[in-house]
């Protein structure tokens, strides 16, 4: 049985203060999780020390939403994995579409960052998804393929087990729009069986694959029992205490 992991992206949002705010808020509302269930909040890299502090005690796990694939170095404005795990990460979000669309991120790119993060003993969230454009010309299967096969390049089994994929169709991205729960479903089975494909079923029956885009209280419940999809990457909705814990226990 795979767990179902929630994992909150909290993007470029929350200075200091509101990040104390917003994790004392979720610590109240989560200080026991359902069996089965993890959740991980991935604060922007400046909140993430303090955010290790405040979560001693907490079943709340950590994670950064990028890094780079270097542990030091003249690499100005990046951070390391080394750091990341100094600041109590146990997660990296890596190739999330946003990354992917404003910062050049590539499927070779977080390919080179998902090796790296494994070494380094983090363990990635990657992320995939179609646009819209994609969508609407029935190439959606093709481009998760390429994405998937890509970002998994000379990935072993052993390390494969350990990470997580999100698919999130670019579309559903703080639009509103969520997909059916079908249509979900419809591409985390492609995503499973593209691991049959490349690691066998007993290993591809082991990765946690979650759904991203626009994940909110009301759809949560639905979404999170297709047989597939093992958990939630959320944005929007884990800016708020209420509504993150509501996704968590959704998953139960
Ligand atoms: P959203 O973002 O929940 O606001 O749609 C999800 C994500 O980008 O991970």
Redesign the pocket.
């Given at each position: 049985m795979r767990n179902k992991i929630i994992?909150g992206?909290w993007?470029m949002n929350k200075d200091l203060n509101e990040s104390v705010e917003l994790i004392n808020g979720l610590k109240a509302k989560l200080a026991t999780l359902p069996k089965g269930v993890q959740a991980i909040i991935c604060p922007p890299y400046i909140s993430l020390a303090q955010a290790k502090d405040l979560l001693k005690g907490s079943p709340i796990e950590l994670g950064a939403q990028n890094m780079y694939h270097e542990d030091e170095g003249a690499f100005t404005g990046e951070i390391s994995p080394k750091m990341l795990k100094s600041a109590g990460c146990k997660y990296v979000?890596l190739g999330?579409?946003?990354r992917r669309q404003y910062f050049g991120d590539t499927d070779a790119s977080i390919n080179t960052k998902v090796k790296k993060a494994l070494t380094s003993g983090l363990i990635p969230i990657i992320?995939v998804g179609e646009t819209l454009q994609e969508r609407e010309k029935n190439i959606t299967n093709q481009v998760i393929t390429t994405q998937v096969k890509g970002c998994l390049k000379d990935i072993s089994a052993a390390d494969i087990e350990k990470s997580i994929i999100?698919y999130?169709p670019v579309w559903?991205?703080?639009?509103?729009k969520?997909a059916t729960p079908q249509q979900a479903q419809d591409v985390h089975k492609l995503i499973r069986g593209l691991l049959t494909q490349l690691y066998g079923s007993a290993t591809a029956e082991k990765v946690v694959t979650q759904y991203?885009?626009?994940?909110?209280p009301d759809n949560a419940k639905e979404l999170l029992h297709q047989p597939d999809i093992d958990g939630?990457?959320?944005?929007?909705?884990?800016l708020k205490a209420d509504s993150f814990a509501a996704i968590v226990q959704a998953a139960e």
């Amino acid at each position: 049985m795979r767990n179902k992991i929630i994992a909150g992206n909290w993007k470029m949002n929350k200075d200091l203060n509101e990040s104390v705010e917003l994790i004392n808020g979720l610590k109240a509302k989560l200080a026991t999780l359902p069996k089965g269930v993890q959740a991980i909040i991935c604060p922007p890299y400046i909140s993430l020390a303090q955010a290790k502090d405040l979560l001693k005690g907490s079943p709340i796990e950590l994670g950064a939403q990028n890094m780079y694939h270097e542990d030091e170095g003249a690499f100005t404005g990046e951070i390391s994995p080394k750091m990341l795990k100094s600041a109590g990460c146990k997660y990296v979000i890596l190739g999330h579409s946003e990354r992917r669309q404003y910062f050049g991120d590539t499927d070779a790119s977080i390919n080179t960052k998902v090796k790296k993060a494994l070494t380094s003993g983090l363990i990635p969230i990657i992320c995939v998804g179609e646009t819209l454009q994609e969508r609407e010309k029935n190439i959606t299967n093709q481009v998760i393929t390429t994405q998937v096969k890509g970002c998994l390049k000379d990935i072993s089994a052993a390390d494969i087990e350990k990470s997580i994929i999100a698919y999130e169709p670019v579309w559903a991205i703080g639009t509103g729009k969520v997909a059916t729960p079908q249509q979900a479903q419809d591409v985390h089975k492609l995503i499973r069986g593209l691991l049959t494909q490349l690691y066998g079923s007993a290993t591809a029956e082991k990765v946690v694959t979650q759904y991203g885009g626009s994940v909110k209280p009301d759809n949560a419940k639905e979404l999170l029992h297709q047989p597939d999809i093992d958990g939630a990457l959320v944005g929007g909705a884990c800016l708020k205490a209420d509504s993150f814990a509501a996704i968590v226990q959704a998953a139960e």
